[in-house]
């Protein structure tokens, strides 16, 4: 429905239909369980996002952080769902804005899930979370070296090479690629502000 309300809009603004782009917010039981159904609901959709207050709410628990108990399962079936659903996964909300130590343990566990970006209420959160999610230059470094070695195999038609007892195939190239892009993405958002 809100994709026809939007198309309509779209077309009577004269604009291209689809210009307009969706977040779902995930923020019940059923949410949770309906979530890749909502990740391809529309090709609007841009991605999905944890509301974990609201659903710590619904499953009737006390206000906390998202990184414990059933909402770590929402959190892991949040990012499962859109990743097979091709879209983002935005991790919910850190609710102490003074508590700096456990907002960057908690974006660095999000990261490491697999979540593309946190969202924050204070402004004071934003550089702890930006921080949890770009590369450092030590992770940089170690991508470029093994995409080095790896076009280096792939020049002397080598399938597979390994560094430092590490196998490198095509998966692992492929994820140490995406590391350069989000290094470079920040890089470019750095630049921007």
């Known amino acids: 429905e809100v994709h026809a309300r939007l198309t309509a809009a779209e077309r009577e603004a ?17 949410a949770v369980l309906n979530a ?3 990740a391809t609901a529309t090709p609007r959709l841009q991605g999905l996002i944890l509301g974990h207050v609201d659903l710590l709410r619904d499953l009737g628990l006390t206000p906390g952080p998202a990184g414990q108990g059933t909402v770590h399962h929402a959190r892991c079936h949040l990012v499962l769902a859109a990743r097979a659903a091709g879209v983002d996964a935005v991790d919910a909300i850190y609710l102490n804005i003074r508590d700096h130590d456990a907002l960057r343990a908690e974006a660095v566990q999000a990261a490491g899930m697999g979540f593309v970006g946190k969202q924050v209420i ?3 959160q934003i550089p702890i979370v930006h921080a949890a999610f770009t ?14 070695i790896w076009k280096k195999a792939q020049a002397e038609g080598k399938g597979v090479v390994a560094l430092d007892g590490e196998l490198l195939e095509p998966p692992v190239v492929a994820m140490e690629t ?6 470079r993405q920040a890089r470019q958002h750095e630049e921007g502000e």
Do not use: C, N, T
């Open 122 to 124: 204070h402004p004071g």
């Open 178 to 183: 995406l590391v350069l892009e989000r290094a």
């Open 14 to 30: 004269g604009q291209p239909v689809g210009r307009l782009k969706l977040f779902a917010m995930i923020e019940s039981a059923q």
């Open 36 to 38: 890749y159904a909502i």
């Open 135 to 148: 590369p450092s230059a030590e992770r940089v470094r170690r991508a470029e070296r093994i995409l080095e």
